[in-house]
């Protein structure tokens, strides 16, 4: 019977994936390190850097042979799933690289959405995660120890854009806030909103809409109509292209527009050409800032080299995420942890994790108990002329802010 | 019959040793069948597209998640008030959107969904509270492993299974069939079709509401974006086409395939695997418009 | 009151857009009772045609537009002709389940082929607007409005006033009558679809100009047009104008004077209602099954 057939059918199929699911055993010679990443979907061009920075970082440790553990040399092999934007893909993915394909280490991929459901995964089964990619701060404030950020909270992730009204004359006094409804968005408008009281500027207006809002026109007349001198944007790239976009179409041009994120990417520029030109953005990393390591050498070096790589400079996140996979590199050299990577090893790692206290290009990272790094002098960062340059502070600025923003009419 | 084997073997394999991962996809397996079986109870039956139910899903969700993580509630209670919740809710919606007929069902129901995320979403900052935590979510203690989102899926699959078998046979079927073929004459012959609508809506949002609950602890961190996502809904459509509409066994042949085809594809070629279900869905519909079991059903 | 009015020419001209991309989906159902969920996906590839053209070529968005007609005429003709036409007979929701799964190869094709990435087309002119008496008039906006004038009115005149509008008409009205008098269904059907991809494939075209592309946005102009089709009523050409006005004023005066999170839910939430109460849409003069 038709039925009959059909079942014996799945049972097949059942015991063909039994059989394919049974773990293939590989030379153990190296460190299998995975992670879930948005690589297509809303933060699909996000994602993608945080691959390259992550692949970045392999080549360069591969090209010495691999992290050095009590005298030999491992290769580093990295695996990365598309989580398409999907915080349940993002852990589900996390658990299969953790349960099926049994890798040694786990990273974190891009965005406070997918990190946060891939670290809850991560702690379950005790994996150290370390992202450069995610900051809002509800993320620390699970109790987790398996979890680290290189990145400081995105309250204050985004200080920069704001303290930098220290530098503008004329001073500045009004601002308004809008950003995007989800995790990171949100919490950036909130830092936005703390350093803005902070430095004395008077918020006229604040408010979150659905990141699944079609035409921002709305919002943007309004927030004209108080006239703000700043705007200040909770976004990602998506959010922070339409709201150029809106702004040009309703003629608004507030003195200064500084977004949370997203013109670092190079998709930013590139799509809107001269329209985004003066616009300001967070960052957390400058190329001429002090630091340095014995992998990437200095900001600067890591800031050519990777040109070389990619054609393009690097962004914060990009620096973050790569610093990350060196912090992970560095504690497993002290340890002297080889693969495979036991359950217990991966316990010490993660408490030697916590007593680190590293100087990389990237700045110190020193991991508090609830996992995020001490903050960054936040920097910001401006286009100018098609090329992102920082501003703020003064000690990491290569060039003076372009400030008031030339209006729209006067381009 | 060649269930009881099959049955027994499902219940031995997460004690036998084998890898997490099995029994996680699995569990996946059987929660889908679940899922696509109760969308079948309403629209498989009654032929009444629902582009809604996964409203259903999401209330449940958020009942279970509010409970466990505000109330502190035990899981059990969670999941049974996620479903009496979202049964209860079914009512007052199902009553009116259940009269209109084809196209506008479906975009009605699909309106309720979007408008209950979009409600969820909104909520807190409306009112000035917090409840909802809107699009930041609420997180869940971590919860056992694996295996007991195993038994608890293969419990809730069988139920759903055996439901559907039973509505098919009783009096209540045949008037949901009657719906499907013909509900003017059946409406004339005097058989009460908006009721026994209604009541395949409530049973079906029941359900789902539960399954809703069950996943939530298991994924620990729920957002509306995440919970009311229309493609859930998509899914448990083309599940339940696949395997054939309103037969027993066709939403398990539809997730079964579906979810192994995706769980091969979806890692190395995640584009290929959603053109691939288009690909499917086009054949289905123009060659085999019974479906899977529908079809062989036939012969 | 400035603000007001702003606001309120902005939700026109959002109207004037959602109603350039809705009327193809209402000609479309109103002949042949076909609810498109791959709709939006013709929206998108208009958008990117002209995206393509523009970034590679150099073509000014303006000029690709009758091209964009023609080619999305062809694919809309072929696709009813080839493939749904097949289930023209059966159940409606059989169309929905197969638009459903040509919506997904085309969208995830296109994505597989064109990525994720957000694209926009910067022109020289992008953003411009004029100003009158206060109130900001973005062109390219102003350019859709007009375009849905055009499509409205012109779908009108040949539906009424055209041997093919009337052989149209009469298959929408009694298939088999129109039949006996001659009428070739086979051609009329596929020539309405085509029609209706192409004036959807040029909205689209325009919307490269002023909205951000990528090619999942399909969907989310599938659920709009139905939304602005419902309220004008199905089938009913001069009510798309009226349910893309209604719902681009509603929209933007309650994301202007309320929060844009609650412009989403009243949406939804008044589509539900118009679905109860009055399926026929605001003028009454929709199609109820």
Known sequence: MGLKRRVSFGAILLCCLIVSTHGIASGQQKFRIGYADPLTGTFGRDGNLVKDAYNFWAELINAKGGIEVKGKRYP??????DDKSNAAENAKFTEKLITEDKVDLILGGFGSD?????????????????????????????????????????????RGCVDIVQILSPKPRTGAIIGSDILFTSLAAEGFKKYAAQDGIEIVHFELFPITLQDYNSILIKVKQKNPDLLFVGSHLMVAMKTVQ??????FSPKMVAFSYGPTVPDFIKNLGKDSEYVVAASEWAPNLPYQDPLFGTARQFNENYFKKYGRTPDYVEAASAAGAYAMQVALEKLGIAPPVKEEDRVRLMEELHRQNLMTFYGVVQFGADGANEAHPPVAVQVQKGKLVNVFPKKAAEAAPWYPMKPWKER | MTLLPITICLLIVPLAGFSGYLVRLLAMIFLWVGKAGCWNIL?????????GAVGYYGIGSYATALLMSKAHAPFLVSVLVSGLVSALIALPIGLPTLRLRGAYFGIATLAFAEAMKQIILEFDKTAGVRFFEGPHGITLPIGPGNEFFYYFGFGVMVVVIAMTYWIRRSKFGYALRAVREAEQAAELAGVDTLSAKVKAYMISAFFLGLIGGIETYWLTYITPHMVFDVLITIQMVVMSLLGGMGTVFGPAVGASFLTVLYELFHRDFPYTYTILVGFIIVVVVLLMPKGIVGTLRKR | MLLFLQSLINGILLGGIYASYSAGFSLIFGVMGVINIFHGEMVMLGAFLTYWLFTLFHIDPFLTLPLSFFLLFVFGYLVQRFVIHRVVEAPPMISYILTFGIHLIIAYSALWVWTADFRAVTTSYSGLNATIGGVIIPYARLATFGLAL?????????????????????????????????????????????????????????????????????????????????????????????????????????????????????????????????PAGIAGKGIVD
Do not use: H
Not at chain 3, 162 to 178: F, H, L, P, V, Y
Not at chain 3, 208 to 235: D, H, W
Not at chain 3, 237 to 258: C, D, E, F, N
């Open chain 1, 76 to 81: 580093v092999e990295l695996t990365v799933i």
């Open chain 1, 246 to 251: 809106g702004m040009k179409e309703i003629d």
């Open chain 1, 114 to 158: 997918s990190v946060f459901a891939g670290s809850a995964v991560a702690e379950k089964y005790r994996y150290p995660l370390i992202s450069g990619a995610a900051s809002s701060n509800k993320l620390f404030e699970r109790g987790f120890k398996y979890y680290f950020s290189t990145l400081g909270k995105a309250t204050e992730e985004v």
């Open chain 3, 150 to 278: 055009i499509v409205v009115a012109g779908l009108y005149f040949l539906l009424k006033k055209t041997e093919t509008g009337r052989a149209i008409q009469a298959a929408a009205q009694d298939k088999e009558m129109a039949r006996l008098m001659g009428v070739n269904i086979t051609r009329t059907y596929a020539l309405t679809f085509g029609i209706g991809a192409a004036v959807t494939g040029v909205a689209g075209s325009l919307i490269s100009t002023y909205f951000i592309i990528f090619p999942q946005m399909g969907l989310s102009y599938t659920i709009m047009a139905f939304c602005v089709v419902v309220l004008g009523g199905m089938g009913y050409i001069p009510g798309t104008l009226w349910g893309g006005l209604i719902l681009g004023v509603v929209q933007s005066l309650i994301a202007t004077y309320l929060n844009a999170g609650l412009s989403g839910a009243l949406t939804f939430i008044l589509l539900f209602i118009v679905l109860i109460v009055r």
């Open chain 2, 43 to 51: 629209s498989g039956m009654t032929g009444y597209i629902d582009f």
